[in-house]
DNA sequence: TAGATTGTTAATCGATTAACAATC
DNA sequence: TAGATTGTTAATCGATTAACAATC
């Protein structure tokens, strides 16, 4: 049960704040004031204070934020101090590349499984992992409590392969495929779209010379 | 030269526009409304003409616009319609997922060359082009006219090797790495922070289980 | 012409920044 | 206590939506 709805503008923030902190934390600094944080990440004091007091009151007056404290407290608002079961549709060269990323697995996102549609592709090996057909994801999903699947399929089946995720009670959906989901409420989607990311870039470069 | 500085918010919004035209377009559908638009894509019909109308008016009244003519405006606008010379910086999983993925390229994004400092992966060849070491980045940089460079190393190197690449000329980078890049003015960086990415969904699957 | 739909101005909403009283 | 810095309210800024006159 939420107490009031917090904007994605706040949230897409917080990843940022944590990083900071970690960073700060492996240092051995203890403390920070709004206006030191302010500094090193470019952002205002006011915006970090207004963020932080959207979950409460991390701060002291006269002293600031305990760096390791707060860095313990984002990491809970994020949800990293629960485990996420994931697995991942799409053997590809992009879904190898997650599956092999040992930092997800480090916050808590644990790659449980990794499906493909192409027999060529299934039974090989992957960080000593079997790709599965993807006939056995209904089965896996409901066995091992997977509540996270990453989509590193063509835009092509992505729609539908999620309709059935859905069904099988997956509640997020990390989407790389370049296509809208259309998901029931209550499951979370969250887009990787690259290719628009690198038009980003191309309209940016193209105003930007002088 | 610019007229007047449109916020990154629409430019965001430009690429999904594009996406939706273009597969209106493949349908062979020649005209369509802001209210038609709007319907398809669930955004208001007001913020797509006051999108579209940051860089003229491509409509026309009582008619709506021209799929195909509103497709490659778009396209013209976010620099598609000229090539890009890429480089990739870190021949790790990422980087060849990146380097093998065709549909950069069909937008004028290309890959002329990857690049890694493990000798054990130099030399090998990945769809037939090779990994080169980092000592050959400069000058391929400068006999190659390369202007964006991916990065896809880890984050204790991004920065320093960004600082180089700058040095050589590099216009823009697509940062992979999960470090804020510092670079000159007139220099673009486009960040994909995957693990940001999964934290945010991480909240939202947090805060929306009843 | 009448109908439709844009381009654009005005109104609203939300997010960011500034200011300051509360308090450690 | 005096100084520092938060938490929070108020002011500003920018982005989104609504409305409508212009016009095809």
Not at 12 to 25: A, C, V
Not at 141 to 154: F, G, H, Q, S
Not at 173 to 200: C, R, T, Y
Request: hydrophobic share 40%.
């Amino acid at each position: 049960m939420e107490e009031k709805e917090i904007s994605q503008a706040v949230i897409g923030r917080l990843p940022r704040y944590f990083r900071y902190l970690g960073e700060l934390k492996d240092e051995g600094i203890e403390r920070v004031s709004s206006q030191e944080l302010s500094d090193i990440m470019q952002v205002t004091a006011s915006q970090i204070r207004q963020d932080l007091n959207n979950f409460g009151g991390f701060g002291q007056q006269g002293y600031g934020y305990n760096v390791g404290h707060l860095y313990e407290e984002i990491g809970k608002i994020l949800g990293l101090d629960k485990e996420h079961n994931l697995i991942i549709i799409g053997a590809g060269h992009l879904g190898q590349a997650l599956f092999n990323y040992m930092n997800f697995e480090r916050r808590g996102f644990i790659f449980r499984g990794i499906f493909d549609n192409n027999p060529a592709v299934c039974g090989q090996q992957i960080r000593g992992v079997t790709v599965r057909p993807m006939q056995e994801m209904e089965r896996f999903v409901r066995e091992n409590n997977i509540d996270i699947a990453v989509l590193t399929i063509p835009k092509t089946s992505a729609v539908e392969v999620a309709e059935q995720l859905v069904s099988y009670g997956i509640k997020g959906i990390w989407n790389f495929a370049h296509v809208d989901l259309n998901v029931p409420k209550g499951i979370q989607v969250e887009n990787v779209h690259l290719s628009d990311s690198l038009m980003k870039l191309s309209y940016n470069l193209s105003t930007h010379i002088y």
